[in-house]
């Protein structure tokens, strides 16, 4: 199973009618860019994925099910609507394939014993990262400072972003590493 975490504050309010006429944010435009990338692939659900939308203003962690998700499509409106729902709805009971829970410190949300990959301008190759059907991905979409601390240092991999990478972009970049790696293992005598 692949994890993505994608960190943020909060996600932004928003508002059906300005969905429906396009007119969604910058930060909007990435966070569905992200859950895009990393649950669809040309236009079908990758079962083997879970989002996490780790809001660290509100302590949720909102996990999107690869396996059991339902009535979501790849399109940004499709998205969006989800993303509204979601701000919407506070309850912990299982919706389409989305889990919210609460927690007070990261340490709840991230595994103790997973490795996590995040983008550095200054880490290593990718294609160098040894085992990556064992890895969880850490998408910040804020700053890092504000959580590193709560991280175990010794867990994390920093993997070199060629120029300025939309994170999107990296997840694709991953998505298709992991791919590649599965292929390998499968097709090795």
């Not at 083997?48 to 396996?67: M, S, T």
Request: net charge negative.
């Amino acid at each position: 199973m692949r994890h993505f975490y994608i960190v943020l504050n909060g996600i932004p309010k928003l508002l059906k009618k300005n969905v429906d006429h396009g007119e969604v944010s910058d930060e909007i435009a990435e966070l569905c860019s992200c859950i895009r990338a990393a649950l669809f692939l040309s236009h079908d659900i990758r079962r083997n994925v879970k989002v996490h939308l780790v809001l660290l203003g509100e302590r949720r962690d909102i996990v999107i099910d690869g396996r059991s998700v339902r009535y979501l499509s790849p399109d940004e409106r499709s998205i969006c609507m989800l993303l509204i729902k979601l701000n919407e709805r506070r309850s912990k009971t299982p919706w389409r394939g989305v889990y919210v829970n609460e927690f007070k410190s990261l340490q709840e949300v991230f595994p103790s014993d997973a490795v996590f990959l995040m983008p550095s301008e200054d880490g290593v190759d990718l294609r160098q990262v040894k085992n990556l059907k064992e890895v969880m991905v850490v998408v910040p979409l804020t700053s890092p400072s504000e959580y590193m601390e709560e991280l175990n240092h010794e867990r994390i991999v920093f993997v070199k972003t060629w120029g300025r990478l939309h994170p999107s972009h990296l997840i694709i970049i991953l998505n298709n590493q992991m791919d590649i790696a599965e292929e390998q293992e499968i097709c090795t005598p």
